[in-house]
């Protein structure tokens, strides 16, 4: 999908304020480090794929020669599994579009809550259950490509899962019904048929569509994430009080893994 489209609202839901440390987490093309970046902070994002690490500081060095970022990012290495930060080191935490690809997400989820500080916001989002149960009844290739996802997640799994780490969850959103539908066509036509048209012209309009931001389209879209929307993405916050005492032989550097994410 186009590099512009992000799941975090960083202007009302999400913001940044001047000096944070954010951690995207399976930053894959980094899109949601590189409009974090535009604000004054310290951002690092985090993928296991090396290729996806490259394009997301290429697009971040052509935004910094235009003079468009105000913070700094960087690009790292990591198993969202098995993170190289100390406990609290992050103000914020995103991980978007991730945890359907990890292993053990429950292993990434309690790293999230590792790395994030006390009073840390946190916005996590993940395919939502409908579309995705589509996409995989009608495309064998959809969830057979490797390095693809390895499981959905049921409504309200996981604000479940966040909430038994101990997180407190204030916001869920639905977003990019029109995303649906183009992957429901992908899926349709089959998914690497570049021959298809249909898909092609949706995607198109999708591009024009974040481009412009034409208020009627925006209002229809709004209204079909009711039941379409693609995304779920779950926006909460790491207690203030919640600086756990990690048990011997579980803090960083001292974990085994299991399994791989994708950007």
């Not at 940044?16 to 987490?25: M, S, Y």
């Amino acid at each position: 999908m186009p590099d512009n489209i992000v799941n975090v609202d960083f202007r009302r839901h999400f913001r940044i304020q001047p000096g944070e440390r954010v951690l995207d987490l399976g930053c894959g093309n980094g899109r949601h480090s590189i409009e974090a970046a535009r604000w004054p902070a310290r951002v690092v994002g985090a993928d296991v794929v090396l290729d996806d690490l490259r394009k997301a500081r290429y697009m971040l060095a052509d935004l910094e020669r235009r003079g468009v970022t105000a913070g700094v990012a960087d690009f790292i290495l990591a198993d969202a599994q098995r993170l190289p930060f100390k406990d609290g080191a992050f103000d914020k935490v995103i991980c978007t579009e991730t945890l359907e690809h990890v292993g053990d997400d429950a292993q990434a989820i309690d790293e999230i809550d590792r790395v994030a500080r006390p009073g840390a916001d946190v916005c996590v989002s993940v395919p939502a259950y409908w579309p995705e149960t589509l996409f995989w009844a009608i495309s064998w290739g959809y969830w057979h490509t490797p390095g693809g996802h390895v499981r959905r997640y049921r409504p309200g799994e996981m604000a479940r899962l966040l909430r038994e780490q101990g997180l407190e969850l204030h916001l869920e959103r639905r977003r990019h019904s029109f995303q649906a539908l183009y992957w429901f066509l992908r899926c349709a036509f089959g998914k690497d048929n570049e021959a298809a048209i249909v898909p092609k012209i949706v995607f198109k309009f999708i591009n024009w569509h974040h481009r412009l931001r034409i208020p009627l389209l925006e209002r229809i879209e709004a209204t079909a994430n009711l039941v379409l929307g693609k995304d779920l993405i779950l926006y909460g916050r790491k207690p203030a009080g919640n600086g756990r005492v990690r048990e011997a032989g579980v803090a960083a550097g001292q974990r085994t893994t299991s399994g791989q994410q994708a950007g």
